[in-house]
Each structure stands twice: as C-alpha cells, then as structure tokens.
C-alpha cells in the first residue's frame, strides 16, 4: 500500500532552489509528525527535517543552516520541503517519512510510509 507519494525533484545548479512534495494518501495525516530524510548514495539515510501535526513544531537538522523550509497543508494532505542556496552536497534522493516512534525524530527507525523518493541533483 502506497502511503506516501514525493515529487518536486530534479537537475538544479548551485545556488538554485527546489520545492519538493510528499502527498499522502491517509485522511489521518494530519495527526502525524512527518520527517524529510534524504540518502546520498553510498552514504546511510539521514535526517533533513520534521514538522508535527495539527500545531506544527518545526525541527531541522544543523546542516540545513536556514535554507530549507519545511511546511505542511493538511487540507491538502500533503508535505512541503522548500530548499534555497542549494549546494552539491545536497545531492541525495529525498523520502518524506511518518514518525510513529517515541525516540529520537532523526532516527530512521523510528519512522514507516516511506516513499519511492524524489532525486535532487545540484551541479556545480
């Protein structure tokens, strides 16, 4: 069953921006906290950002350095990661991810309804 769905990604320059998506499929969405990780290959899946249910709290990791944003729409039932001053760092296939844990919210263990992931690639 197909929980998540991401989009958004693609070829982008340095310097450039991205919006990705990650439209769910569950009317309960909006309860959940919802996670963006990414994964770069050859490298274990880490996480980029999280934003909580119906009273949203935010939570980035350092590396995002205030040039992402994450944001949700839970009339729309979907997730948004905003990425400015992209770098070649970034490149990575980016999943959005429900937290069902009670640990800590940068783990990927605590987390299920992964996607198919969206590539981002920033070229130098």
């Known amino acids: 069953q197909v929980h998540v769905v991401e989009s958004g990604g693609g070829l982008v320059q340095a310097g450039g921006s991205l919006r990705l998506s990650c439209a769910a499929s569950?009317?309960?969405?909006?309860?959940?906290?919802m996670a963006w990780f990414r994964q770069a290959p050859g490298k274990e899946r880490e996480f980029v950002a999280a934003i909580s249910g119906r009273t949203p709290r935010l939570y980035y990791a350092d590396f995002v350095k205030g040039r992402f944003t994450i944001s949700r729409d839970n009339a729309k039932i979907t997730m948004y990661l905003q990425m400015n001053s992209l770098e070649p760092v970034d490149t990575a296939v980016y999943y959005c991810a429900r937290y069902i844990g009670s640990g800590d919210l940068a783990a990927a263990r605590e987390y299920d309804w992964w996607g198919q992931g969206t590539q981002v690639i920033v070229s130098s």
């Open positions: 569950e009317g309960s969405f909006g309860t959940y906290t």
